[in-house]
């Protein structure tokens, strides 16, 4: 069985099933996860979400910042942004389930020795760390509640992790570091402005996985989020969202035995380059 990691879909369903199609994905054999942002800016988020979910268990998709933002439109917590693309699943005869479905998901998987999350983990957390506040979030999201916490999601501050925050700060400390970080601080202080590639971060900040210490560097990290960054691939690090919306690629990497294998689908521009 082979595991299948893609990185942001952001509605380029098209793209997504040609993209199955070469890799030879196999529901039956295989497993599949999307890291995040399946959704909006793309030509077709309600088929890329019920792509998804027509794949029942073999399946799956994080919580990226776009899903999030969806979901809180969907509650009247956001208006649409005017570059959003989910006027049809919005208007969707299956709206609810599909809401529904998209607010099950988790923030953060470990498959294969692989911890899987949409933007990045903040330095003071093991992958333990990470999973187990991953579910402290998707607790909430899942509750029936779960409207009223999207009220409270967002912010910048606090803009760093201690274990003692609780209530609405500890829940949006969480979903900014899984959904949104790319820059911190090496005390783990995130930046949300900039969106600029690696190279050029801002003063005082590095991109997260390069901060001294951090405490998953002994652990293999897959990731989206961040198109001006690029594929980048090491035995440790997979950064796989290749900008697919934009005009560039929809990366795919399958995962078999000690086996790594590449693949890119190119896509049509669906929005200016410029967006996260």
Not at 18 to 41: H, Q
Not at 77 to 102: C, E, F, M, N, Y
């Amino acid at each position: 069985m082979a595991l299948y990691l893609i990185g942001d879909v952001q509605g380029c369903d098209g793209a997504l099933g040609r993209l199955l199609d070469t890799v030879g994905f196999s529901p039956s054999r295989d497993r599949l996860v999307v890291l995040g942002d399946l959704v909006n800016r793309g030509p077709d988020s309600l088929a890329a979400v019920r792509r998804l979910m027509a794949l029942g268990g073999s399946a799956q998709t994080l919580l990226g910042n776009h899903d999030l933002h969806l979901l809180a439109v969907s509650q009247g917590v956001r208006p649409p942004h005017r570059s959003d693309t989910l006027g049809a699943l919005l208007d969707a005869p299956d709206r609810p389930a599909l809401l529904d479905w998209l607010r099950q998901r988790p923030l953060a998987l470990m498959e294969r020795g692989w911890l899987l999350v949409h933007a990045g983990v903040l330095p003071q957390w093991s992958a333990a760390d990470a999973l187990e506040l991953a579910h402290e979030v998707e607790t909430v999201l899942q509750s029936a509640d779960w409207s009223a916490f999207l009220h409270a999601m967002y912010g910048n501050t606090p803009a760093r992790w201690t274990p003692t925050l609780e209530g609405d700060d500890r829940l949006r400390v969480i979903v900014n570091a899984f959904t949104r970080l790319r820059f911190c601080s090496a005390e783990g202080e995130m930046e949300f402005k900039t969106k600029s590639a690696a190279s050029t971060p801002p003063a005082g900040f590095m991109p997260w996985y390069a901060v001294p210490g951090r405490r998953t560097a002994e652990v293999p990290v897959a990731f989206g989020h961040w198109s001006t960054l690029g594929r980048l691939m090491t035995p440790r690090l997979m950064a796989l969202d290749t900008g697919c919306v934009w005009g560039g690629c929809l990366t795919a990497v399958r995962l078999q035995g000690d086996a790594v294998e590449l693949f890119e689908q190119r896509c049509p521009q669906a929005q200016a380059p410029g967006g996260d």
